[in-house]
């Protein structure tokens, strides 16, 4: 189920555009591949998947890889390599973010003391920022349009405590996609994908207990969240992607003892 918010919320009924470049972050992993193999398809479109690790070598895709996002000069250096691909618009999915259960509620790294956990920090807003940064100046430079995209979880609204540093980081990501495409508009747009717990590996490694049933898939994510990319709207559009049959309810996210009881039987950790 996809529920939406934000000034682009409808769809517009622009035609997609002559020629897209889907720039994939995390490309080397399950919804990174997702994204990629799903728009290769598309007729004007061409992907490029991202890596820090060199990709996988049987991928059919196009990579930049040795890219670590958390050097903003590497990042802009290997962006450039873009610079002679013509496109009407450029699109950047963004499907990197590290998650960090804080049972205490308190961050593990926080050097700088703003209450988020350094490397949850640095994970989800840095690496971003950076490729964001490389991203805008392509396409001021370029003259194309930029749309931006990135994840959030559905339960960041709950502002559970044992996520607080994951929340808080995605909350910097949505604030910064806001305010460049309210800055832009007509050159810089944003989606914010809220997704539940889907099954990217990273999960079922953190929570070897939960019942995955129910979880949805990369290619459901894709799915849901792809009219969204392919049709251009001014602003920013947030959706939730959920599986309706096991949505978790508030209730189960605001009450702590809940919260602490689920996730320590799922992690398999005894209390
Ligand atoms: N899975 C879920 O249930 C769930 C729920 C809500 C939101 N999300 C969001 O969905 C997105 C994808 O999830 P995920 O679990 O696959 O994310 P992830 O754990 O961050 O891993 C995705 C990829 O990010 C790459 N990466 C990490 N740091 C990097 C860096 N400094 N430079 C370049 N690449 C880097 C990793 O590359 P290497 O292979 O080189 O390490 C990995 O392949 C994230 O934004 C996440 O927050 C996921």
Redesign the pocket.
Known sequence: MVRLDGPGASPASEPALRSHVLVV????????RAYLDHFASLPGWRGVG????RPPSASPHAFLDG????DADVTSRSLQHLAPTAADELVLV??????AFEADGAPKHDADCDGIDDTVY???VT?FVNIATALLELARSSCCRLTLC?????ADKYRVRQWQS?TRS?DLLRGFIRRVSALMPGSVRGVIV??????????RTLRPYADARY??TPSDVVTASAPYLTHWHDGWVELDVVNTDHAISPEEHYAEERVLARWYREMGIPR
């Open positions: 972050t995390g490309a080397a992993a399950a919804m990174g991202v890596t820090r690790r890219v670590d996002l958390l963004h499907a990197v973010g590290a998650f640095h994970s989800n690496t990135a994840f959030g979880s559905v994951y995605k809220n997704v539940s717990t889907t099954d990217t590996g990273n999960e979880w949805l």
